[in-house]
């Protein structure tokens, strides 16, 4: 397990999400929701895994797909807060006011928030 602690500091290299769908669950009257392994690459630690409310060094291998929208608002930013919010997401807060939001309430979502442009 890793701690949030260890991540504040440290540069942003990297964004990913597992190419295939770990598992999917039918729920009734809303679809099937998906769930996927998100990983982070943090500088001087490698890849992590944010993994309900937890951190964990990635150590799968399922093939991974970087997140590429917006690259150029979080790549190299340095981190400044993981934490989870008021919605139970796990945050990953970065400098000037850039934010990864990770929620699992149905299925995996990987939210960017933050600089003028980004939704």
């Known amino acids: 397990m890793v701690n949030a602690e260890q991540l504040v500091g440290r540069r942003l290299l990297g964004v990913y999400r597992s190419k295939d769908v770990l598992t999917s ?5 809303l679809g099937a929701a998906s769930y996927f392994a ?7 630690l490698g890849r992590v895994r944010l993994q309900e409310g937890t951190l964990r ?3 799968g291998d ?3 797909v970087e997140f590429q929208p917006h690259h150029d608002a979080w790549h ?3 981190i400044v807060k993981v934490d ?9 807060s970065l400098d000037e006011g850039v934010s ?9 979502q990987l939210v960017l928030r ?4 980004i939704r």
């Open 25 to 29: 669950v039918l729920v009734p009257g």
């Open 84 to 92: 989870m919010n008021e919605d139970q997401c796990q945050e990953v």
């Open 38 to 44: 998100v990983v982070l690459e943090v500088e001087s």
């Open 57 to 59: 060094i990635w150590d």
């Open 114 to 117: 933050g600089k003028e442009g």
């Open 100 to 108: 990864f939001f990770h929620c699992i309430d149905y299925g995996d």
């Open 76 to 78: 190299g930013r340095p």
């Open 62 to 64: 399922e093939e991974l």
